[in-house]
């Protein structure tokens, strides 16, 4: 984690969190999704007039270009949510965040006094055994199991959805999107959940590519901006990938004059941690082009990466990558408001949202989608 440096992504220097905020009526809240996935509304914006109009889903194909790119990530929700019993007997649920290594995780953890040096039995097999190891400056814990939870978690393991859905989800499948395959998300990036295998043919007969990048949502997307000033809040990293081949035809598609069109706020993540790469940190970190990719396939502003990226995007950043977004509607406070106000700015945003209000639009994670051309 890592304090961002303002005056480098030339940013605005105060931003009021307040200024982030908006009132949404609780019923609007969707509690489960849409069936089919491609029959949610989708709002569509135009930055360049402040137009605002009105479709669903299913409508994508004719509101975009043949020549377009869009680009989805490609991660999997891991049953990360578990129960487990202190040795009091009390009973304690784990939200599984981020692996560490083969047996250390951070996670959430809901529970009285679970302080470091308790022993956790997970109720599903209590020979598994998490001792916490220390307290993660957000109010986290450091979980070290005495073994892998590989294979282990699709047998004791839950979906985790947001604490403002309150349904039961019968299928879990309906909280991943249809192309999802990379394990190790905490959540889903919620805008793909939209797409259907008839809407992907559908996109391809009408000439418009879809690539994939990766990005294990994390933390964050559990966390509100609780600081004053939305600058002093400090953005966790997620693990995050653009191969080279894909980086290739993104660069080929911004040289052409094709809008690359990002499928959610985590893609817009990949896409421009990939054109500021100084933002990708960790051990394992690969930041740039094989020395076997030729010079002319190197050209563009996106570089491929694999690592921890923790770039925080506000108003006032500079996008090199992306060029309309797909995205949901947002909680307030949150970092993605944040990001998409930067996109298509804050005024246009919250005249947006008051218009999704008061047309009954669905909200966050299982609700309706927005288009920003």
């Known amino acids: 984690m890592r304090t961002l440096?303002?005056?480098?992504?030339?940013?605005?220097?105060?931003?009021?969190?307040?200024?982030?905020?908006?009132?949404?009526?609780?019923?609007?809240?969707?509690?489960?999704?849409?069936?089919?996935?491609?029959?949610?509304?989708l709002m569509v914006?135009?930055?360049?007039?402040?137009?605002?109009?009105?479709?669903?889903?299913?409508?994508?194909?004719?509101?975009?270009?043949?020549?377009?790119?869009?680009?989805?990530?490609?991660?999997?929700?891991?049953?990360?949510?578990?129960?487990?019993?202190?040795?009091?007997?009390?009973?304690?649920?784990?939200?599984?965040?981020v692996r560490k290594d083969a047996t250390t995780w951070e996670a959430l953890v809901r529970g009285h006094r679970i302080r470091p040096g308790t022993l956790l039995h997970l109720e599903q097999d209590p020979d598994i055994v998490a001792e916490v190891v220390a307290?993660?400056?957000?109010?986290?814990?450091?979980?070290?199991?005495?073994?892998?939870?590989n294979g282990v978690l699709q047998q004791i393991g839950?979906?985790?959805?947001?604490?403002?859905?309150?349904?039961?989800?019968?299928?879990?499948?309906?909280?991943?999107?249809?192309?999802?395959?990379?394990?190790?998300?905490?959540?889903?990036?919620?805008?793909?959940?939209?797409?259907?295998?008839?809407?992907?043919a559908d996109l391809k007969q009408r000439g418009i590519e879809f690539y994939f990048v990766t990005l294990h949502v994390g933390l964050d997307t559990f966390r509100p901006i609780t600081e004053a000033h939305v600058e002093e809040h400090r953005i966790h990293t997620e693990w995050a990938e653009l191969d080279v081949e894909t980086a290739i035809a993104l660069n080929r598609a911004k040289e052409e004059g094709r809008r690359v069109v990002a499928v959610g706020t985590t893609s817009v993540r990949v896409l421009e941690t990939a054109t500021h790469p100084e933002h990708v940190h960790g051990e394992d970190a690969r930041v740039g082009w094989p020395a076997d990719v030729p010079e002319d396939a190197r050209r563009g502003p996106l570089v491929p990466f694999r690592g921890w990226t923790d770039l925080y995007i506000m108003p006032g950043f500079d996008f090199r990558a992306v060029d309309a977004l797909i995205t949901n509607f947002h909680l307030p406070r949150?970092?993605?408001?944040?990001?998409?106000?930067?996109?298509?700015?804050?005024?246009?945003?919250?005249?947006?949202?008051?218009?999704?209000?008061?047309?009954?639009?669905?909200?966050?994670?299982?609700?309706?989608?927005?288009?920003?051309?």
Do not use: C, W
């Open 5 to 41: 440096k303002i005056e480098k992504l030339k940013i605005s220097p105060i931003m009021r969190t307040d200024e982030f905020d908006y009132t949404l009526p609780q019923e609007l809240i969707a509690q489960e999704p849409v069936e089919p996935r491609d029959h949610a509304r």
């Open 45 to 97: 914006v135009r930055r360049d007039t402040g137009e605002i109009a009105h479709y669903h889903f299913y409508d994508l194909p004719s509101l975009l270009q043949p020549g377009d790119v869009l680009v989805g990530n490609d991660t999997r929700v891991i049953p990360a949510r578990i129960f487990a019993r202190k040795p009091t007997g009390g009973r304690v649920e784990i939200l599984l965040l």
């Open 135 to 149: 307290i993660t400056p957000s109010g986290g814990r450091l979980l070290r199991f005495n073994r892998a939870l």
């Open 158 to 200: 839950h979906v985790p959805l947001p604490p403002y859905i309150r349904k039961p989800l019968h299928d879990p499948e309906r909280y991943q999107t249809v192309y999802a395959r990379e394990e190790g998300s905490a959540a889903a990036p919620t805008a793909g959940l939209h797409f259907t295998p008839r809407l992907l």
């Open 334 to 373: 949150s970092t993605l408001l944040v990001l998409v106000a930067a996109f298509m700015g804050k005024d246009l945003m919250m005249r947006a949202y008051e218009e999704a209000i008061r047309l009954r639009y669905r909200f966050y994670s299982f609700g309706d989608a927005m288009l920003i051309l």
